[in-house]
């Protein structure tokens, strides 16, 4: 696992699991981790942070590496990053891995219970469907 800097390689996984990548740019506010073998990209997440919580997002595995555990162990990374970090609660939002995050401790809120900082993002304000779930997991060092 490794901090890896936004860049084309990153845009292509995203691209080609269909999350948005309008939003990202190079030297951005989202911190990008990366799980590699053999020189290849086998999964990655990002998270933005907004004060002293975050949105994670951009979870992308090809679909040739879906079903080993690599998405839990990128969720589990992120979550110590942002432990590290001093964030206290994580929020996403997801169209096809609602029942991953609940497996991982998230929990589904109505969009009308999002912090500004979130409902100002441009994943949360039109990037991600109305339709998508809404979730959030408080953090703690109990988590790690």
Known sequence: MEHIAYNQEVTALLAACDLPVVDLRVNGDV?????????????????????????????????????KGLGQQ?????????????????????????????????????????PKAITETPQFAGLCPASSSFMFKELSASNS
Not at 40 to 56: F, N, Q
Not at 84 to 110: H, I, N, Q
């Open 31 to 67: 911190c990008f981790f990366g799980l590699r073998q053999e020189g290849d990209l086998l999964g990655v997440i990002g998270i933005e942070v907004h004060g002293d919580i975050g949105l994670l997002r951009s979870l992308a595995i090809p679909v040739a590496h879906r079903g």
């Open 74 to 114: 990128l969720v589990a990374y992120a979550e110590e990053w942002a432990i590290r970090s001093g964030l206290k609660a994580l929020y996403l939002l997801t169209t096809t891995a609602g029942e991953l995050f609940k497996r991982l401790g998230y929990a589904e809120l109505s969009r009308s219970q999002a």
